[in-house]
């Protein structure tokens, strides 16, 4: 149990990726998501090696505008309380395309570091992110995603996508990683409704 909490604190790592197919789903899931449900499916972002890699791709529809949830997005200062057990993050470095964040994961007594590359684009509303290999990274062998936003008749869809290798093996983790999707986005549904 420990090391599924450890895991699910890892979940909130950081990576770029190339675009993304937009996710197909069925005519329940849609209609589960219009009815308040986050839907999660067991689709890898692109972007990485799927072998030994667990995540998936999560979505919810807001009832927030696209700008809103945008800028709960890209406020990276204050990822603290959107992530599973990020406890601090720190932006080293940022400008329109980029932003380079160092998070900070509590887990019990101990915590962990680790540094993600984020790539903001604003006119699409999409930010790609990946595990920044040339910092230090505590428990992350590999981690990446995408965030997208669009736009729905009463709000907006929010699509969540990440993947990431541990040190720590699957078979700790595995299961561990939708619940920390599911919270993460759940998280910054609560804050983006809030504000608007």
Not at 112 to 131: K, S, T
Not at 156 to 169: E, H, I
Request: hydrophobic share 45%.
């Amino acid at each position: 149990m420990k090391y599924c909490a450890l895991f699910l604190a890892l979940l909130i790592v950081a990576m770029p990726v190339p675009a993304a197919r937009a996710v197909q789903l069925s005519s329940d899931q849609e209609r589960r998501l219009e009815g308040g449900e986050v839907i999660v499916i067991d689709v890898l972002p692109p972007g990485g090696t799927a072998e030994a890699s667990q995540g998936g791709t999560v979505l919810s529809v807001m009832h927030a505008s696209a700008d809103t949830v945008w800028h709960v997005l890209v406020d990276y200062g204050r990822h603290a309380g959107l992530y599973p057990r990020v406890m601090r993050a720190q932006i080293l470095e940022a400008d329109a395309e980029h932003a380079l964040v160092h998070y900070v994961l509590g887990i019990g007594p101990f915590s962990f570091g680790f540094h993600v590359n984020n790539y903001p684009d604003e006119a699409r509303r999409r930010i790609v992110w990946r595990l920044a290999h040339e910092r230090p990274n505590d428990l992350f062998h590999d981690s990446w995603g995408y965030w997208q936003i669009d736009p729905r008749p009463h709000g907006v869809l929010v699509t969540y996508a990440m993947a990431a290798r541990t040190m720590l093996p699957a078979f700790l983790t595995r299961g561990a990683e939708r619940d920390g999707l599911v919270e993460t986005v759940k998280a910054v549904r609560e804050r983006a409704e809030q504000i608007h």
